[in-house]
């Protein structure tokens, strides 16, 4: 498809690049009073305003015929039927499968997914339901009080996220502790505070081959047996969230309490599988149903608007304007929700794994930049660490603004604050301060320049009502389908990471060779480097 970037519609969006390039954005809200209203979208509970973003109706229109020369529409069709889509593994994208209503039908290799999904939401509801109440007890009888979710990337950014986005939700009774990090601290500082008696470990991992979270399983494993005394406990205070039931079963995790799911799940598209167990048992079944609805929304609003009111396609559209005309590298993500604060995070691995790429479908160099460094903190805190570079900087960096209307606490002149701010910065980004403005102000001649804002910093603000299940389960979706739409226009395949391959072999090597009994000669029979080798020395 990287016909597309010699393709009309391709040249006409560059040569719209030196019309808006010579405009500001001062003049363009100057000249057209409706922009701030017009240049806007809404769905699925959520209302985008990007009309701060350096462009003008026509771009809009040329961002629109490029998404669908590059058949953003059939493509976006293929993946929801299921079909194979992930060309490099073979296999199809079905993560839309898992929000999809109980009742619907979609056959994929003579089998209905959507009824294998919902035995399985089923089986985590009881489950969930029986740890919740108390009824689930542990070998001695105590009923759970910690979860401990154990697994890294989409098997631990997903449930952490949404774990703290819906801190309001969750049971008070229960919780939840994350362990990700092969760095022992990690699995230290949660065993600090478990009792082994109220303790439940989910042990999440789609291949159960990751060597960080086996690793952290097993010596949780044995931190509970040794306090019980008993490897009897195990059954009462694990259970296996993955793919491969041969290797839950090899780890000493009884299948019976294994929940399933499908290999036509990316890790980062995980969430809402049953890799959102432990997220389910802290806010509860009914929520996890509403968090659901929330994905549905979005999918149903990408598969149904048209692409010049399409909320993912609009937001990846001007990603690629950016990324490929202006030739932004960097893209932030600026949440003003504390309870948002690991949404960057969980962002990063959904984007960069996904579009992180330099190569098509087809194996071909790709023709253009691809996935942009994606980054943020949550507002009102990066406004006093990194906003000044974003102000000021010599890099332009488009940002998403994420707020919402109304806060779920009930300090309320907190709530107006972190509101202002998030206005404010988004006008001052826009709009700047000039020299004019600086000077009339009695400013020294000497700081005119420091003072100086030079505005047209493009944002998007996205807002909701508030931080509910339901539209964290729709903002999820809306980046899902935005990395997608992206990934369709660069003609990568979003849907395989090869690139985290080479590393995790080599880190194999290099601990067998610290494993050795002289890992210096280890090193030096194995061929690393100069510098390698010098390391290995110092680090053992
Ligand atoms: O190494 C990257 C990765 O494969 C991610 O794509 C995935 O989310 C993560 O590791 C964890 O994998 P698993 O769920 O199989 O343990």
């Not at 849907?495 to 002289?518: C, H, P, R, Y």
Request: aromatic share 8%; with cysteine; glycine share 8%.
């Amino acid at each position: 498809m990287s016909e597309l970037f010699s393709s009309p519609e391709w040249q006409a969006l560059r040569a719209n690049h030196s019309v808006v390039a010579s405009a500001s954005l001062r003049e363009m809200f100057a000249n057209d009073p409706s922009r701030g209203t017009r240049l806007t979208a809404e769905g699925a509970g959520l209302y985008l305003d990007f009309s701060k973003h350096l462009i003008t109706d026509e771009t809009l229109n040329l961002l629109v015929d490029v998404a669908r020369e590059a058949g953003v529409e059939v493509r976006r069709d293929a993946m929801f039927a299921g079909e194979p889509i992930n060309n490099t593994e073979g296999r199809a994208v079905l993560h839309s499968a898992l929000r999809r209503a109980e009742g619907d039908e979609l056959v994929v290799d003579g089998e209905d997914v959507v009824a294998d999904v919902h035995a399985t939401l089923a089986r985590m509801r009881t489950f969930a339901e029986s740890v919740r109440s108390g009824e689930w007890v542990g070998h001695t009888g105590k009923p759970i009080t910690t979860i401990i979710n154990i697994g890294i990337g989409g098997s631990d950014l997903g449930p952490v996220m949404c774990a703290q986005a819906l801190r309001p939700d969750m049971a008070d009774n229960l919780s939840l502790v994350f362990v990700s990090n092969i760095d022992g601290a990690d699995l230290d500082a949660a065993l600090a505070t478990a009792d082994p008696e109220t303790t439940l470990v989910v042990v999440c991992s789609k291949t159960f081959g990751t060597i960080e979270t086996l690793t952290n399983a097993r010596f949780a494993r044995t931190w509970l047996v040794d306090a019980l005394g008993d490897e009897a406990a195990v059954p009462k205070h694990f259970v296996a969230v993955s793919t491969n039931a041969e290797r839950v079963a090899d780890f000493g995790i009884d299948t019976a309490n294994m929940f399933g799911f499908w290999d036509w799940v990316g890790g980062r598209y995980s969430v809402d599988s049953a890799i959102g167990l432990s997220l389910m048992i802290g806010i509860g079944p009914d929520k996890f149903d509403e968090f659901l609805a929330g994905f549905r929304d979005v999918d149903e609003h990408f598969q149904s608007a048209p692409l010049a009111e399409n909320l993912p396609v609009i937001m990846a559209m001007l990603g690629v304007w950016y990324r490929n005309v202006w030739e932004f590298a960097s893209h932030a993500v600026l949440p003003y929700s504390n309870d948002l604060a690991r949404f960057p995070a969980y962002l990063q691995q959904l984007d960069m794994e996904s579009n992180g790429k330099r190569v098509t479908r087809s194996g071909e160099p790709v023709a253009v930049d691809t996935g942009p460094i994606v980054w943020g903190e949550p507002g009102t805190n990066g406004q006093h660490a990194f906003y000044q570079l974003i102000h000021q900087g010599t890099s332009v960096i488009p940002a998403d603004f994420i707020g919402f209307v109304k806060p779920r606490h009930d300090f309320d002149e907190h709530h107006r604050i972190l509101t202002a701010n998030l206005l404010a910065q988004t006008e001052a980004l826009a709009f700047g301060k000039t020299a004019d403005e600086v000077r009339a102000e009695g400013v020294d001649d000497a700081l005119v320049n420091h003072k100086t804002f030079p505005g047209n910093r493009p944002t998007s603000t996205l807002l909701a009502d508030a931080l509910t299940p339901r539209i964290v389960g729709a903002l999820i979706a809306l980046y899902e389908h935005k990395v997608f739409v992206q990934g369709v226009v660069w003609d990568v395949n979003s849907f395989d990471q090869w690139g985290v391959e080479l590393g995790k072999v080599l880190a194999t090597n290099i601990l067998n060779e610290l494993n050795s009994d002289d890992p210096v000669a280890a090193a030096e029979a194995a061929g690393h480097d100069s510098s390698t080798r010098e390391l290995i020395r110092r680090m053992s």
